[in-house]
């Protein structure tokens, strides 16, 4: 099983449409949440950390839920820019270091 | 705002050969790391570096892989005899200290091709 699981993707909406991405992990271990988002061929960029409480920026929010094991990213009013790839990402505590783990991504693509 | 740089951005070599994938991370962050993305999969973990060692290392990163952070500014990343899987495009990332080693900021990525 993978630790990081997500939607395979891709989805297409229209401008203005509201998407949820989910997002599975396997290990209880799992310290820290974030969603990343990746332009094509481009280095994957922080979007947010994922926080128990859930928590929101402007037209993105994001819920974890510790005990499913279950992450989430709604995005609202879906804009042409917000098309790319987004990123569930884990981070491990690992021997005294973290290191991030990450699903395979879901494409999103928003069209006029 | 401060970022990470890496270079080259792409680097084309042969089978075999040795390459150097340099990095510059943040000045003030303590925290390095590299991480592989082959074209079309997940991004994978290479390595974390810290106060001048390896603390985490995983299974991609064989006795063919070395890092080194050889002065106080670069860290680099060095595949003595490439192959053809190696092909991938690698990140460079660094997180600060304290509440702040929850973020990793990732520099561009060398794209490397081994023909």
């Known amino acids: 099983r993978k630790e990081v699981e997500q939607d395979p993707g891709p989805f297409n909406v229209p401008e203005g449409a509201t998407v949820a991405f989910n997002c599975t992990y396997s290990?209880?271990?799992?310290?820290?949440f974030f969603w990343y988002r990746q332009d094509c061929r481009k280095e994957p960029k922080l979007l947010m950390s994922?926080?128990?409480s859930g928590n929101e920026d402007g037209r993105f929010t994001a819920q974890l839920n510790r005990a499913s094991q279950y992450i989430s990213l709604l995005i609202r009013d879906s804009k042409l820019s917000d098309s790319a790839t987004y990123l569930c990402?884990?981070?491990?505590?690992?021997?005294?270091?973290?290191?991030?783990?990450f699903g395979a991504g879901t494409r999103l693509a928003v069209h006029p | 705002e401060p970022e990470v740089t890496q270079t080259p951005s792409h680097q084309v070599t042969q089978m075999g050969q040795e390459v150097i994938l340099r990095c510059v991370p943040i000045?003030?962050?303590?925290?390095f790391y590299w991480y592989r993305q082959i074209l079309g999969q997940k991004v994978e973990f290479l390595v974390s570096f810290y106060n001048n060692e390896i603390s985490e290392k995983s299974e991609i990163f064989d006795d063919q892989f070395s890092v080194e952070r050889p002065d106080g500014s670069n860290f680099t990343l060095k595949i003595r005899s490439t192959k053809l899987e190696d092909s991938a495009m690698y990140f460079c990332a660094s997180g600060g200290a304290g509440e702040s080693t929850d973020t990793q900021y990732f520099g561009p990525g060398t794209r490397l091709t081994v023909l």
């Open positions: 290990n209880s271990a799992s310290q820290s």
């Open positions: 000045s003030n962050h303590l925290y």
């Open positions: 990402v884990v981070k491990r505590f690992s021997g005294g270091y973290n290191k991030l783990i």
């Open positions: 994922v926080y128990s």
